[in-house]
C-alpha cells in the first residue's frame, strides 16, 4: 500500500491527452511537498519529467506538465506517442515516512 | 555528464549482510544529497534512504529503519548502503541516486541499479 495513491493503468490513442492523477494526504503532499514524476521505460531507470510540481527539466518535451493542488497531484501528457508508453511514478516527502513514491502507473498506447 | 555506478548486489541468505557502493562522477558530489531507491521484481519504486551532502542528516524508510545504513565519502565521491538482518522482502534492484542540495528535493539522475536477491 503506497503512500501515494496512483490509477494502477491508463491508455490512449496516439495524438490524444491524458492525466495520471497522484493523490496524497495533509502530511505529505497537502502539507507543501513539493511532487515529482518520474518516467520509467521497460527495463531501464527511473528519469525525472516534471519537478517542483510543473517544472521540466531540460529536454522533456512540453508535451508533459504537471499540476498540484490541495492533497493531489496530476501529470499530462499531450499528443501522445508510442514513445510514451512507460511506467509513471509520481513521488514526494512525507513528514512520518521520508521520501514516499506512488505505486505506479502503466501508460498504454493504444 | 552525470554518472552514478552500483557496486556490490548478488546473492546473500536471510540474516546476513551485504553492502552496495555507488561511485559517483561529472559533478560536484560533496554539494549534492544522495539517495537509495529500490525496485522489487515487477514492483514499484521504493524510497529507501537519504543522505545530505555532509553526512550530517539521513532519513530512512521504516522497512529499512535499524537495519540498512546509509553513508558517503566525499574524498572518494562514493555513497555507501549497508544492509544488515537481509530478509527475503529486501530482494530487489537497488538504485543510486543524485538529489539536491537539501535532502528533500528532486531525485534528478539514476544509476543502473545493482540486483540484490535475498535467498537461501
Known amino acids: 500500500q503506497s503512500v501515494l495513491t496512483q490509477p494502477p493503468s491508463v491508455s490512449g490513442a496516439p495524438g490524444q491527452r491524458v492525466t495520471i492523477s497522484c493523490t496524497g494526504s495533509?502530511?505529505?503532499?497537502?502539507?507543501?511537498?513539493?511532487v515529482y514524476w518520474y518516467q520509467q521505460l521497460p527495463g531501464t531507470a527511473p528519469k525525472l519529467l516534471i519537478y517542483?510540481?510543473?517544472n521540466r527539466p531540460s529536454g522533456v518535451p512540453d508535451r508533459f506538465s504537471g499540476s498540484k493542488s490541495g492533497t493531489s497531484a496530476s501529470l499530462a501528457i499531450t499528443g501522445l506517442q508510442a514513445e510514451d508508453e512507460a511506467d509513471y511514478y509520481c513521488?514526494?516527502?512525507?513528514?512520518?515516512?521520508?521520501?514516499?513514491f506512488g505505486g505506479g502507473t502503466k501508460l498504454t498506447v493504444l | 555528464q552525470v554518472q552514478l555506478v552500483e557496486s556490490g548486489g548478488g546473492v546473500v541468505q536471510p540474516g546476513r549482510s551485504l553492502r552496495l557502493s555507488c561511485a559517483a562522477s561529472?559533478?560536484?558530489?560533496?554539494?549534492?544529497?544522495m539517495h537509495w531507491v529500490r525496485q522489487a521484481p515487477g514492483k514499484g519504486l521504493e524510497w529507501v534512504a537519504v543522505?545530505?551532502?555532509?553526512?550530517?542528516?539521513?532519513y530512512y524508510a521504516d522497512s529499512v529503519k535499524g537495519r540498512f545504513t546509509v553513508s558517503r565519502d566525499n574524498s572518494k565521491n562514493t555513497l555507501y548502503l549497508q544492509m544488515n538482518s537481509l530478509r527475503a522482502e529486501d530482494t530487489a534492484v537497488y538504485y543510486c541516486?543524485?538529489?539536491?542540495?537539501?535532502?528533500?528535493?528532486?531525485?534528478?539522475?539514476w544509476g543502473q541499479g545493482t540486483l540484490v536477491t535475498v535467498s537461501s
Open positions: 495533509s502530511s505529505n503532499i497537502g502539507a507543501g511537498y513539493d
Open positions: 541516486a543524485k538529489g539536491g542540495l537539501v535532502v528533500f528535493e528532486e531525485i534528478d539522475y
Open positions: 543522505i545530505s551532502f555532509d553526512g550530517s542528516n539521513r
Open positions: 513521488q514526494s516527502y512525507d513528514s512520518v515516512s521520508g521520501g514516499v
Open positions: 561529472g559533478f560536484t558530489f560533496s554539494n549534492y544529497g
Open positions: 517542483d510540481n510543473s
